[in-house]
């Protein structure tokens, strides 16, 4: 099957007597056991909801994985993958990251005694060369967030095999519409389902996908220890949202490239950072590994005045955090999402004071580029 008919076209409802066409949500913390010595398939929603399952299933499939994992956040996902290390362990990261992210690795991990290398991970021998005996994980995300900068899965892929450490990545940006990295030769999937896999900005989530099945009895176990699983009306709604991944990112696409180009050429922009785009850097790698160039992108508008104006004055481009949904924001990331990112922290770059980030949603593109063009045109 082709990927938009694997978005609608699952068993939504296994084993369930009635047939639903939508997932049931199985909105239970526990579940009656029949004997006192063996449990069932579900026994307390912590460690499995019937719900959850037919999602992380269904991740899987999309991600093209064995076994998928759903997290109440993004956050909890990745911390999640992180805990797989021990203390004495080291990580190989490239220095952009999800402000979160990098406040993970600044200020929790030390504390359980991982410690943290950071490279540009666009070059391949750099990261390579930061690998040591007790390297045990490569972790990057591609495209970078806010500044688009993209890495090569592939090559990353083959240096973490060569050297025999996991290598994770983090595809929120992509989704798995656009970019399968398992595919690449990377051993661990996350997202942040609160961005595209959501879509409607109504839920908090994240995903670990993966193929090994040792690797994924750790990461069930974790799991279940540390309670981080995503609840089942929140399954029921990415279920729900998840069906229309591939509709409203060729439309969010579709737009995000005319907003480049339109950017682009408006003199009041200095620069765009977004992959789709031939003047791009990493434009050829990009499309090498992905299947376009996305619906998030930056720029920078001269000075930190300017870009605090443009956010104010534009009507159909909310200020909020986060990205993905079908509705257009606009941050501006050193105030917002790399908020996090503090003076102290110089080994992850922080995003300049003049640079806004753009989410494309689904509106008529016509009506965001006239707003754009009112409000830059007026700054
Ligand atoms: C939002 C985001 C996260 C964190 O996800 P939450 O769901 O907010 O916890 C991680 N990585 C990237 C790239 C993100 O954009």
Request: hydrophobic share 45%; net charge negative.
């Given at each position: 099957m082709k990927f938009a008919t694997k978005l609608v076209h699952f068993d939504a409802a296994p084993k369930d007597?009635?047939h639903p066409k939508v997932t049931p949500?199985?909105?239970?913390?526990?579940?009656?056991?029949?004997?006192?010595?063996?449990?069932?398939?579900?026994?307390?929603?912590?460690?499995?909801?019937p719900t959850r399952t037919v999602l992380e299933e269904q991740m899987a499939a999309l991600e093209g994985g064995?076994?998928g994992?759903?997290?109440?956040?993004?956050?909890?996902?990745?911390?999640?993958?992180?805990?797989?290390?021990?203390?004495?362990?080291?990580?190989?990261?490239?220095?952009?990251?999800?402000?979160?992210?990098?406040?993970?690795?600044?200020?929790?991990?030390?504390?359980?005694?991982?410690?943290?290398?950071?490279?540009?991970?666009?070059?391949?021998?750099?990261?390579?060369?930061?690998?040591?005996?007790?390297?045990?994980?490569?972790?990057?995300?591609?495209?970078?967030?806010?500044?688009?900068?993209?890495?090569?899965?592939?090559?990353?892929?083959?240096?973490?095999?060569?050297?025999?450490?996991?290598?994770?990545?983090?595809?929120?940006?992509?989704?798995p519409?656009?970019?399968?990295?398992?595919?690449?030769?990377?051993?661990?999937?996350?997202?942040?389902?609160?961005?595209?896999?959501?879509?409607?900005?109504?839920?908090?989530?994240?995903?670990?996908?993966?193929?090994?099945?040792?690797?994924?009895?750790?990461?069930?176990?974790?799991?279940?220890?540390?309670?981080?699983?995503?609840?089942?009306?929140?399954s029921y709604?990415l279920l729900r949202g998840l069906k229309t991944l591939k509709?409203?990112?060729?439309?969010?696409?579709?737009?995000?490239?005319?907003?480049?180009?339109?950017?682009?050429?408006?003199?009041?922009?200095?620069?765009?950072?977004?992959?789709?785009?031939?003047?791009?850097?990493?434009?050829?790698?990009?499309?090498?590994?992905?299947?376009?160039?996305?619906?998030?992108?930056?720029?920078?508008?001269?000075?930190?005045?300017?870009?605090?104006?443009?956010?104010?004055?534009?009507?159909?481009?909310?200020?909020?955090?986060?990205?993905?949904?079908?509705?257009?924001?606009?941050?501006?990331?050193?105030?917002?999402?790399?908020?996090?990112?503090?003076?102290?922290?110089?080994?992850?770059?922080?995003?300049?004071?003049?640079?806004?980030?753009?989410?494309?949603?689904?509106?008529?593109?016509?009506?965001?580029?006239?707003?754009?063009?009112?409000?830059?045109?007026?700054?």
């Open positions: 007597p009635y949500i199985y909105q239970t913390a526990t579940f009656e056991q029949e004997s006192a010595d063996s449990l069932g398939e579900y026994d307390y929603s912590r460690s499995g909801n064995a076994h994992f759903c997290f109440a956040s993004g956050m909890a996902a990745i911390t999640c993958v992180t805990r797989l290390l021990s203390t004495g362990d080291e990580i190989v990261s490239d220095y952009d990251l999800y402000g979160g992210t990098a406040r993970l690795f600044a200020k929790v991990l030390p504390r359980a005694g991982v410690t943290i290398r950071y490279v540009d991970a666009s070059d391949v021998s750099a990261v390579a060369g930061a690998i040591t005996a007790k390297t045990k994980m490569i972790y990057i995300e591609s495209p970078t967030n806010p500044f688009l900068r993209v890495v090569d899965i592939a090559a990353i892929g083959a240096v973490a095999k060569q050297c025999g450490v996991l290598f994770a990545i983090d595809n929120s940006v992509m989704s519409y656009l970019q399968n990295p398992l595919e690449l030769g990377a051993n661990m999937v996350i997202h942040s389902a609160t961005k595209f896999l959501c879509g409607h900005s109504d839920v908090t989530g994240g995903v670990v996908v993966l193929k090994d099945d040792a690797l994924a009895q750790r990461v069930h176990f974790l799991q279940n220890a540390e309670g981080t699983a995503l609840a089942p009306f929140d709604l509709l409203r990112m060729d439309a969010q696409q579709r737009s995000a490239q005319t907003i480049a180009e339109f950017l682009a050429s408006h003199a009041r922009v200095r620069e765009v950072y977004y992959p789709g785009l031939a003047s791009h850097r990493d434009h050829a790698v990009h499309m090498r590994q992905a299947r376009g160039g996305g619906s998030v992108l930056s720029f920078t508008a001269g000075s930190a005045e300017v870009a605090k104006a443009i956010a104010e004055r534009l009507e159909l481009f909310s200020i909020s955090l986060s990205f993905g949904s079908v509705q257009s924001s606009i941050s501006v990331p050193v105030k917002m999402s790399h908020a996090s990112v503090t003076e102290e922290m110089t080994s992850v770059r922080k995003p300049p004071a003049d640079m806004l980030r753009l989410s494309i949603g689904i509106e008529d593109v016509d009506d965001l580029i006239a707003d754009l063009r009112a409000c830059l045109d007026s700054v």
